[in-house]
């Protein structure tokens, strides 16, 4: 079966219709959608069995198990989109950049970029080179009926956090370094990485995703005057590249409540706020920015620190965070970062039924 077969399985107006998809344009959907990042993973005892034994790059470029640990807070949960079961290193490592995942520690890369040699000779991506993932987004098409499939990437910025550092970094200071030393060098590493991150991205929605999320996890780490510098063109050119795909497009970051304006201006349809800004004040601080906008769209924000809190505690920061919510033009529930690996999957299905039945 093509993926094009596969899509042809649901209606459009079906999946036009989905809660996520409608709040994604600003409309009003029939209930808040809800979708966890890291909802597919280690909170749940039935990814820890199928995983077992199998490394984390080994199991992003399975499409069988893709497919399988992409499903399963779906059907576990009823949540209102499938985050398709990837990391941010993938297109990176089928590139053929030497890196892998350690177990505790996150990516390590063999050879960190350091110089303008190390960018000349980064390669391209090639779409042969990630035909797992799209075989994988060919089988959930088939499996996921109504429910939006989510595609997403590692944006410039955090992807060459870790070619510089080397692996996952506290405070950046290679990296840092780098962009104010030689800023030459910084801006044809970030170019690299866009067309890469924008390959994949195109490959995904051209496989049949309905939304794409843009992580710049470490964007945080920077001030507005050098993310404007140094970052935005870069992320603008991944968001803008991708304006004529008509899927929703999401830009999340980390410790970024300084920077969301800037962020949107990336191009992005949606964008999502950690626990740390207030969905309403970020709201005003996206309106200020750009009056002549439309009112935005946000995603967020709960922290995930919360899921372990009890639940009158947990209630009432739902019911606050979706009564911020209503300042956008539409709202997207998520968390402020992603779900903690010990968090109690019971939790995060009835966080799920509280957030469906909020009106």
């Given at each position: 079966?093509?993926?094009?077969?596969?899509?042809?399985?649901?209606?459009?107006?079906?999946?036009?219709?989905?809660?996520?998809?409608?709040?994604?344009?600003?409309?009003?959907?029939?209930?808040?959608?809800?979708?966890?990042?890291?909802?597919?993973?280690?909170?749940?005892?039935?990814?820890?069995?199928?995983?077992?034994?199998?490394?984390?790059?080994?199991?992003?470029?399975?499409?069988?198990?893709?497919?399988?640990?992409?499903?399963?807070?779906v059907r576990r949960h009823d949540v209102d989109g499938a985050i398709l079961f990837s990391d941010i290193v993938v297109p990176l490592k089928a590139a053929g950049i030497d890196l892998d995942i350690v177990p505790g520690t996150g990516p390590v890369v063999a050879n960190p970029v350091r110089s303008a040699a190390d960018v000349a000779a980064l390669p391209e991506l090639e779409p042969?080179?990630?035909?797992?993932?799209?075989?994988?987004?060919?089988?959930?098409?088939?499996?996921?009926?109504?429910?939006?499939?989510?595609?997403?990437?590692?944006?410039?910025?955090?992807?060459?956090?870790?070619?510089?550092?080397?692996?996952?970094?506290?405070?950046?200071?290679?990296?840092?370094?780098l962009m104010h030393s030689d800023p030459d060098t910084w801006h044809a590493l970030l170019d690299k990485l866009a067309g890469i991150t924008s390959t994949f991205l195109r490959l995904q929605v051209e496989a049949g995703v309905s939304a794409v999320q843009l992580f710049d996890s470490w964007a945080g780490a920077l001030s507005e005057r050098d993310?404007?510098?140094?970052?935005?063109?870069?992320?603008?050119?991944?968001?803008?590249?991708?304006?004529?795909?008509?899927?929703?497009?999401?830009?999340?970051?980390?410790?970024?409540?300084?920077?969301?304006?800037?962020?949107?201006?990336?191009?992005?349809?949606?964008?999502?706020?950690?626990?740390?800004?207030?969905?309403?004040?970020?709201?005003?601080?996206?309106?200020?920015?750009?009056?002549?906008?439309?009112?935005?769209v946000v995603q967020g924000n709960l922290d995930p620190a919360l899921l372990f809190a009890g639940r009158p505690a947990l209630e009432a920061e739902i019911r606050r965070i979706h009564a911020e919510g209503r300042a956008a033009a539409g709202h997207v529930f998520n968390l402020g970062h992603g779900v903690l690996p010990d968090t109690d999957p019971e939790v995060i299905t009835w966080a799920v039924e509280l957030v469906h039945g909020l009106r």
């Open positions: 079966m093509t993926n094009t077969e596969s899509t042809s399985a649901v209606p459009a107006t079906a999946l036009s219709e989905a809660p996520l998809l409608v709040a994604a344009r600003g409309g009003t959907p029939s209930r808040t959608p809800v979708w966890f990042m890291r909802q597919a993973g280690r909170s749940l005892p039935e990814y820890r069995k199928l995983r077992e034994g199998t490394a984390m790059l080994d199991a992003c470029t399975d499409p069988e198990m893709v497919c399988e640990i992409t499903m399963q807070p042969e080179q990630v035909r797992p993932v799209l075989d994988a987004i060919g089988l959930l098409l088939a499996e996921l009926g109504g429910t939006p499939l989510i595609g997403f990437a590692g944006a410039p910025f955090t992807l060459a956090s870790y070619l510089v550092e080397g692996g996952p970094s506290r405070n950046h200071e290679r990296t840092k370094a993310y404007r510098r140094f970052v935005l063109p870069h992320s603008r050119r991944v968001l803008g590249g991708l304006a004529d795909a008509g899927v929703p497009r999401i830009h999340f970051g980390v410790g970024t409540g300084e920077l969301l304006p800037a962020m949107r201006e990336a191009g992005a349809d949606v964008v999502g706020v950690d626990w740390r800004t207030p969905l309403d004040t970020a709201v005003r601080r996206l309106q200020e920015a750009a009056p002549d906008l439309p009112k935005p």
